[in-house]
DNA sequence: TTAATGGTTGAATAGTTGCTCAAATGATGA
DNA sequence: TCATCATTTGAGCAACTATTCAACCATTAA
């Protein structure tokens, strides 16, 4: 691994210069792990339905069509990575978003697909 | 599976307005590939090292510190995914960014990483 | 206390992913 | 043509993930 292209001193400080754009590992899995949180279809589903209301865990299961324990995982990823909170009230857990950057990113993703296409 | 809580018509009113929020199958599977795609430290170390300029296959590999394989195989979900674009010159592929919204994104989500410990 | 309901958790498992290795492709130049 | 370099590709495998199922915990109400 890791194998330079050979000689070629122009490589060198291309490889060196990008070394300095990347982010140090921490930063980096952090990154990660968020964007990783957002890139399943039932976390997104989850996600798309707070965009407006809180929902408990019984609602969104309905709303993603699975099971309350399927969601209940994937709320327990989405709470760890610090996408959403809760409150409980009764005997329900009520999850929302947990900042507006969430709600932003959503609907830029969204724009970005429909617009996406079009300059293929 | 979608079991729901038991009566309470505010369940169903909430349930709905929330799938009403949900985009349509298929426009959440390419959102949800799309944030995948960078739901990756490789992934995300080739983003971070385009950012400012193009590189070619085995310019990565040495800043990503892997295989120009393993590489290679990253550079081309990037590919499919519309994330970056790339221009053959000689025996090289130059890989760069495809458009500002990722230069953006990318800057975006650092600085959330930064503050999102500060509130907790 | 008991029963019922909403939610969480852990084990099991099928499916997916990221890497390595070896082989193939494509471009350049002798 | 042949050799070399940069890159891509496919198979194989270990590690990870999303779901299901069954058991458990927590709150409410009798």
Redesign the interface.
């Known amino acids: ?5 050979r000689g070629h001193e122009e ?1 060198r400080d ?2 060196a ?3 300095r ?3 140090d ?1 921490e ?15 039932t976390r ?2 989850i996600l ?6 809180e ?2 865990t ?6 993603a ?4 324990s ?1 969601i209940s995982h994937q709320l327990r990823i989405l709470r760890d990575r ?1 996408i959403i909170s809760f409150r409980k009230e009764g005997k ?1 857990v009520f999850y929302r978003l947990r900042d507006q ?1 969430i709600v932003d ?1 959503l609907s ?3 724009e ?3 617009e ?1 296409p079009a300059h ?1």
Chains 1, 2 share one sequence.
């Open positions: 691994m890791t194998e330079i292209c490589h291309r490889i210069a990008g070394r754009r990347v982010p590992r930063a980096l899995l952090e990154v990660a792990d968020f964007f990783d949180a957002l890139g399943n279809p997104l589903k798309y339905a707070l965009t407006g209301a929902l408990c019984c609602d969104l299961a309905s709303i069509e699975l099971s309350v399927a610090k329900n950057h990113l830029v993703a969204m970005h697909m429909e996406g293929g």
